[in-house]
T-cell receptor, first 115, second 112 residues
Framework: NAGVMQNPRHLVRRRGQEARLRCSPM?????VYWYRQLPEEGLKFMVY????????ESGMPKERFSAEFPKEGPSILRIQQVVRGDSAAYFC?????????????FGPGTRLTVL | GNSVTQMEGPVTLSEEAFLTINCTYT??????LFWYVQYPGEGLQLLLK?????DKGSNKGFEATYRKETTSFHLEKGSVQVSDSAVYFC???????????FGTGTSLTVIP
């Protein structure tokens, strides 16, 4: 059973460009979470999605950031008009419908660098 | 609210030394507690977990006990190896809601 897949692993963008990060959850998992890890900091929750629904986006910046988890295909985290402060590692996690003790399984992350 | 406070690093130990990484938390209700490990260039891997007071999680020689009275979940290992060099994150999952709350991470380097 493949783990959580994220791509690309590394992404370089210039200020003002768009960044699109993809996450494929583990097989059988329908819950996806996105976290951001700024340098020298822990992971901070951004958004929680189920198929075709955003359940909790309390950690998402109000502007430029959006997320989706369509019926078919991976979850996408989109950052429009990137700025240097968006440089970070973005981690996706997934959990099954019935998650024992709320365990989340993490992907390898996408490291975004904004020049 | 919910938060995790973790011992700051970096920590450097010699091989076979004893390891303790402190973690304390504040939470509403009775959370589940986790330790994740992040090897260089990789994502987070679950190391161990505990879901109720006095539970002890253990894996690969690492242990942590859920202490409700001190709101702590300290990570210990009796004899570290070079391969244990990584960043360790303490995390909690509250009984309601779906997000995890992470500490800032503790970098461990084990030297031969």
């Amino acid at each position: 059973n493949a783990g959580v897949m994220q791509n690309p692993r590394h992404l370089v963008r210039r200020r003002g460009q768009e960044a699109r990060l993809r996450c494929s959850p583990m097989k059988g998992h329908s819950h996806v979470y996105w976290y951001r890890q700024l340098p020298e900091e822990g992971l901070k929750f951004m958004v929680y999605l189920q198929k075709e629904n955003i359940i909790d986006e309390s950690g998402m910046p109000k502007e430029r950031f959006s997320a989706e988890f369509p019926k078919e295909g991976p979850s996408i985290l989109r950052i429009q008009q990137v700025v240097r402060g968006d440089s970070a590692a973005y981690f996706c996690a997934s959990s099954p419908i019935t998650s024992v003790f709320n365990e989340q399984f993490f992907g390898p992350g996408t490291r975004l660098t904004v020049l | 609210g919910n938060s995790v406070t973790q011992m700051e690093g970096p920590v450097t130990l010699s091989e076979e030394a004893f390891l303790t990484i402190n973690c304390t938390y504040t939470a509403t209700g009775y959370p589940s507690l986790f330790w994740y490990v992040q090897y260089p260039g990789e994502g987070l891997q679950l190391l161990l977990k505990a879901t109720k007071a006095d539970d002890k999680g253990s894996n690969k020689g690492f242990e942590a006990t859920y202490r409700k009275e001190t709101t702590s979940f300290h990570l210990e290992k009796g004899s570290v190896q070079v391969s244990d060099s990584a960043v360790y994150f303490c995390a909690l999952s509250p009984p309601t809601g779906n997000q995890f709350y992470f500490g800032t991470g503790t970098s461990l380097t084990v030297i031969p």
